[in-house]
């Protein structure tokens, strides 16, 4: 699709964590792509916990929505874990979803085309956000459920589910961004605390949880329709979207190459 125009007003988008919620995440970053091909809004920073920063990698990366349905919706989550070296640490390892990931993504979070941001908690279980170093590693450590999986260690240090501590991860991203106009996808909890009242100024789109388990990712279709039509009806609601609804509400298609232009 074509790119905004420059000027236009830029947002950080910040995806929530949620149980294996890539296709709630899909259908709001496929409304996006829509919307910001109008020119009204062009997408500058992206920040993701969980669910959240793997799909949200993927598209800072230059995925569209749809080509990461088609990435992640064709196996099951139980095909990506093995078990781990130290189960008293976590019953399974996130490696196999460092190597699959280091072959989608580039080395480093500092190589993507825009700025972005993972939430994960460290040693002491407190919630950073993680905005340079390994992209994969960075990535299965935002996903990796404490008890579930063990801790990624990225340098020295080990980390783990972000959601665990901050759900959203919105007041980490603010302190390293400043207060930028941000829309926030916030998918229902599954588990991890309570996420706490936003700001004001934040432009929120609520999703149900996933449904998803990891031998299944559910409706993936359903969901992201119905999440799609949510955010665009946000969307619309704030001035940032044509009048008109899209031609196609259709699920997503088989585009094969890697290529958003919704980037500041």
């Known amino acids: 699709m074509s790119g905004p125009a420059g000027d236009a007003p830029a947002w950080d988008l910040v995806l929530s964590s949620g149980f294996l919620a890539f296709a709630r995440h899909i259908g709001f970053l496929d409304a996006i792509e829509d ?10 920073g992206v920040c993701g916990t969980s ?15 749809r080509r990461i349905a088609d990435e992640l ?4 989550p139980i095909r990506w874990m093995r078990p781990s070296a130290t189960p008293w640490r976590g019953v399974f390892s996130m490696g196999g979803v460092i190597d699959h990931l280091s072959r989608l993504l580039p080395d ?6 825009r700025p972005f941001g993972v939430g994960v908690i460290d040693a002491a279980g407190e919630a950073r956000i993680l905005t340079s170093g390994p992209l994969a590693a960075a990535v299965a450590a935002s996903c990796a459920m404490p008890i579930v999986f063990s801790p990624v260690t990225l340098g020295a240090a080990p980390y783990q ?19 930028r106009a941000t829309m926030v996808h916030k998918v229902a909890r599954s ?18 949880r996933s449904g998803a ?16 039509r949510a955010t665009w009806e946000m969307l619309g609601a704030a001035g940032l979207r044509p009048a008109s609804s899209p031609s196609s509400d259709s699920a997503p298609s088989n585009d094969s190459a890697p290529s ?5």
């Open 213 to 228: 388990n990891f031998f299944s990712l559910g409706d993936l279709e359903g969901q992201v329709k119905e999440t799609r």
């Open 161 to 179: 589910d972000g959601g665990a501590k901050d759900r959203i991860g919105l007041a980490g991203w603010r302190a390293a961004r400043g207060e």
């Open 35 to 44: 919307a910001s091909a109008s020119g009204s809004f062009r997408v500058d």
């Open 108 to 113: 480093t979070i500092e190589e993507l085309p």
């Open 73 to 76: 919706g064709q196996r099951s």
């Open 191 to 208: 588990a991890g605390p309570e996420s706490g009242p936003l700001p004001a100024d934040v432009l929120v789109v609520e999703s149900a």
């Open 260 to 264: 958003n232009d919704a980037e500041g």
């Open 51 to 65: 669910s959240g920063a793997m799909t949200g990698a993927l598209w800072a990366a230059g995925w569209p929505a």
